[in-house]
């Protein structure tokens, strides 16, 4: 081989690999997509009632550090986080939806955010996880609502904008009823707050005929009791399940996170309407429910979002309830 031939071989060598190289890199395969998650549901017993909580997804809030909590400055927030193991730059807001089933009916309690207010993947399950968990929206006997903010109202409709549960009695409480569709509270209330006002009355306008309004005090069904818890907003309630010697509270937005408001139950949530009642309401409820022994379902908790609250110190701490592979 002559020295023309040598160097013609050794210039054409480095194009030949490049070209070995993107016809191999041409046939790769494309990496697999993210594993989706797991189905969000979760069972436990009340006597012989079952109960399922069904995530609705998450929302993250950054810098909760920032108007938050009204009555704590931003470092006694980020401090209380770190001992917490919580990250101050980030809040996770979880949305967990109860369903009970009884021999008497089947009850949801509130309907998350609906697929009209999803902004993301990440919230707006509430249907998928129905879906999962094998409960029909048609085999919802009541629904029956906590408060009317809009992440627990917003899944009354369907993608289309009719009514996403087609044969529930819509159960209200009657003072939450009253503020929200008040004309006279929606011209005094602040202009943030206006549209909340139109959005309570359109996502209930397809259930026009199909509303119960309660008291506090009234039986729902057998076993299942509202309870006045105001605070949050005007007509907040809260709800006791109960069967023989079981019991357990669906505690809707009477707490935020167990971070902020069982450890420091005087801390004001930017989201309590009346936060000197809310924080009343709360260590009113709380304590009773650490000396029974309550469990309790919240909306806002961690899921599965359910456990056993206890009293420590000046505040309140949750143990979260044993996972079961049973039900």
């Not at 996880?129 to 408060?147: G, W």
């Not at 549960?165 to 509270?185: C, L, N, S, T, Y």
């Not at 602040?190 to 009355?201: G, Q």
Request: with cysteine; proline share 9%.
């Amino acid at each position: 081989m002559d020295r023309r031939m040598l160097l013609a071989t050794g210039l054409a060598a480095p194009a030949l690999l490049a070209g070995m190289a993107g016809g191999a890199a041409a046939q790769a395969p494309a990496p697999p997509a993210p594993p989706a998650q797991a189905p969000g549901f979760y069972r436990f017993r009340v006597g012989q009632h079952v109960m399922t909580m069904v995530h609705d997804g998450q929302a993250i809030r950054p810098d909760p550090t920032q108007g938050f909590v009204r009555n704590a400055t931003p470092e006694e927030v980020a401090t209380s986080m770190r001992a917490q193991g919580l990250d101050p730059a980030r809040l996770v807001n979880p949305f967990t939806i109860p369903v009970l089933r009884t021999a008497r009916g089947t009850v949801m309690f509130d309907t998350g955010n609906g697929p009209q207010t999803a902004s993301d993947s990440r919230i707006g399950q509430l249907q998928a996880n129905l879906a999962a968990a094998a409960i029909d929206p048609a085999s919802i006997d009541i629904v029956a609502f906590t408060h009317f903010h809009g992440d627990h109202i917003g899944g009354l409709l369907d993608g289309s904008g009719g009514a996403a549960f087609a044969r529930a009695r819509i159960v209200v409480p009657e003072k939450e009823w009253a503020f929200w569709m008040d004309e006279g509270q929606a011209s005094r209330a602040p202009e943030a707050l206006r549209p909340a006002f139109a959005n309570v009355r359109r996502r209930f306008a397809p259930y026009e005929s199909r509303i119960e309004r309660i008291a506090d005090g009234a039986e729902i069904l057998p076993g299942l009791r509202a309870m006045d818890t105001p605070g949050h907003t005007p007509g907040h309630t809260s709800f006791h399940v109960s069967d023989g010697d079981a019991q357990a509270m669906v505690l809707g937005d009477l707490t935020s996170r167990p971070e902020f408001n069982l450890t420091n139950p005087g801390w004001h949530v930017i989201f309590d309407m009346d936060p000197v009642m809310a924080e009343a309401t709360r260590r009113r409820v709380f304590d009773q429910l650490a000396a029974d022994r309550i469990r309790c379902v919240a909306y806002h908790w961690p899921f599965p979002a359910n456990g056993i609250v206890m009293k420590e110190g000046n505040g309140y701490r949750l143990i979260p309830a044993e996972w079961s592979s049973v039900v």
